[in-house]
């Protein structure tokens, strides 16, 4: 059976540092990767997805960037965090190519102080 | 711009009072509409798809229903443990889910 792994789940940042986040899916080859974020009061707001190794989209241009280093790992990364990086962050995965339902992780919640 | 509205916000029933959570949605070319259940501080835990009107699902206490503008998580005689977010996401073209913000639904004993 498939499973996503997401960590760390909860961080504390210090505004102006680096930040990485890292996603990994077992039990499938070539998924459809995505990050969310969401914050308090909205809904889950895509920032990025990915259809195959190196290939990223960017849906809401901001301080975050992505990275897809293997097929089954997802990297969102920040050089400098901002007071508004702070949230909830979602990595999910569902088959690629296909209308069919996502998987998440379970989240790390992010902190910038 | 395509949209998916969830109503009521909040909702909070007591154990075996039935009701149902609405999701309308303002898209073209819908390819699947998915719900979702989200407890505090974890990632959403998928419910249903359902990919044309008239089409329903069950599992346990839920039945998801669709219809071409709208769909409805009708739960039956509720217990405590039902108690989460509801959330609902449609996909229109590409690769990814939009999704709505969510009922959050409180059963009390």
């Known amino acids: 059976s498939q499973t996503i792994h997401q960590w760390p789940a909860t961080l504390v940042q210090p505004v102006g540092s680096p930040l990485s986040l890292e996603c990994t899916v077992e039990?499938?080859?070539?998924?459809?990767l995505y990050w969310y974020r969401q914050a308090a009061g909205r809904g889950l707001q895509l920032l990025f997805y990915s259809v195959g190794i190196g290939q990223i989209s960017s849906e809401v241009p901001q301080n975050l960037s992505a990275s897809r280093p293997q097929d089954r790992q997802f990297i969102l990364s920040s050089k400098k965090l901002l007071l508004s990086d702070s949230g909830f962050y979602l990595c999910?995965?569902?088959?690629?190519?296909?209308?069919?339902?996502?998987?998440f992780g379970q989240g790390t919640r992010l902190t910038v102080v | 711009e395509d949209q998916v509205t969830q109503s009521p916000e909040a909702l909070r029933l007591q154990e075996g009072e039935s009701s149902s959570l609405n999701c309308s949605y303002t898209?073209?070319?819908?390819?699947?509409l998915f719900w979702y259940r989200q407890d505090p501080g974890k990632g959403p835990e998928f419910l249903f798809t359902l990919y044309s009107a008239g089409e329903e699902k069950e599992k346990e206490r839920l039945k998801a229903t669709l219809t071409k503008k709208e769909s409805f998580l009708h739960i039956t005689a509720p217990k405590p443990e039902d108690s989460a977010t509801y959330l609902c996401a449609v996909q229109v073209s590409g690769y990814a889910l939009n999704f709505g913000k969510g009922t959050s639904l409180l059963v009390t004993p």
């Open positions: 999910a995965w569902k088959t690629g190519g296909l209308n069919t339902e996502a998987f």
């Open positions: 039990g499938t080859s070539n998924p459809n």
């Open positions: 898209v073209s070319g819908l390819r699947g």
